[in-house]
């Protein structure tokens, strides 16, 4: 079992940046891809981004790519989102997510642990 716990979260205006945090517990944090989503009231979770094991390879979402960047710090179990230049449509709950297989994948049904999501809203 692994626990993903998210932070970082808040309320900003269009144009600004925030960078949220999962750390994560229970297993070997090394041993998993990372990703996160995020999902909007009355909306599907959608993909946003994942990172390998290794931190060598990320994937992202058209919308993002440019303005989010995926990280991970494997000696204290914690994968970042970076997220530059937020726009209102950015605006959901964002939830990290642990896969055990091997490989980056923008499928939520690959991921085997979610975390409780952090609340990001931008204003226009």
């Known amino acids: 079992q692994v626990q993903l716990v998210e932070s970082g979260g808040g309320l900003v205006q269009a144009g600004a940046s925030l960078r949220l945090s999962c750390g994560a517990s229970?297993?070997?944090?090394?041993?998993?891809?990372m990703g996160w989503f995020r999902q909007a009231p009355g909306k599907e979770r959608k993909f946003v981004a994942a990172?390998?094991?290794?931190?060598?390879?990320?994937l992202y979402v058209d919308s993002v790519k440019g303005r989010f960047t995926i990280s991970r710090d494997n000696a204290k179990n914690t994968v970042y989102l970076q997220m530059n230049s937020l726009k209102p449509e950015d605006t959901a709950a964002y939830y990290c997510?642990?896969?055990?297989?091997?490989?980056?994948?923008?499928?939520?049904?690959?991921?085997?642990?979610w975390g409780q999501g952090t609340q990001v809203t931008v204003s226009s």
């Open positions: 229970g297993r070997t944090f090394s041993s998993f891809t």
């Open positions: 990172i390998s094991q290794s931190g060598d390879s990320t």
């Open positions: 997510a642990a896969r055990i297989s091997v490989g980056v994948t923008t499928a939520g049904y690959d991921y085997d642990y």
